[in-house]
């Protein structure tokens, strides 16, 4: 049996089973031995005693008000204090759409190393330091373009290529 033959028309439907199968059976093994679980901001913010210096993956988050030392993370309507240094927030913009890595922190504790103006502006009692930032620029113009890329690849294909429901296989328009 040569490769040729695998990407003939015989087995046609013995093929795609297999190939489906194959994509089951890879979902299954993900589902059952994937990665383990992550400790989400969610529930660190539910108990946050039990996650002090815990470090969490934060991703698609708008940033709200920023200061010297200190920016407003936005996420799902709470505000979350996030310290950094002036020079991870170099380009960081009021409404950024911002991925981070940072250690949440009890703001209450004596080494916490806050001022007294942040431990007012954290009534929740706790903050994260920031350990990475990324800032999401031009959103929205990477989709358009993706999508106008699709949707060429699609019509230029369409263009060449026809379906035939009887054989169930694309032929060529113009062959």
Not at 26 to 32: D, E, R, T
Not at 117 to 135: A, C, D, R, V
Not at 157 to 162: I, L
Request: with cysteine.
């Amino acid at each position: 049996m040569h490769i040729k033959d695998f990407f003939s028309n015989k087995f046609r439907w013995l093929k795609i089973i297999i190939i489906a199968i194959g994509i089951l059976a890879m979902c299954l093994y993900s589902y059952v031995f994937g990665p383990g679980h992550q400790i989400t901001l969610y529930q660190c913010l539910d108990n946050p005693e039990n996650c002090e210096n815990v470090s969490l993956s934060i991703s698609y988050c708008k940033v709200g008000e920023i200061n010297k030392n200190y920016f407003e993370l936005l996420n799902d309507q709470q505000k979350i204090l996030v310290k950094g240094s002036p020079r991870q927030m170099d380009n960081l913009a009021p409404r950024a759409t911002v991925s981070l890595r940072a250690i949440l922190k009890l703001a209450k504790n004596k080494n916490s190393g806050l001022k007294k103006e942040l431990n007012e502006t954290s009534p929740s009692g706790y903050y994260l330091l920031l350990q990475e930032i990324h800032i999401h620029r031009l959103q929205n113009f990477k989709r358009l373009i993706s999508g106008l890329t699709f949707f060429l690849v699609l019509f230029l294909f369409a263009v060449e290529y026809k379906f035939d429901l009887r054989d169930f296989v694309f032929k060529k328009r113009y062959a």
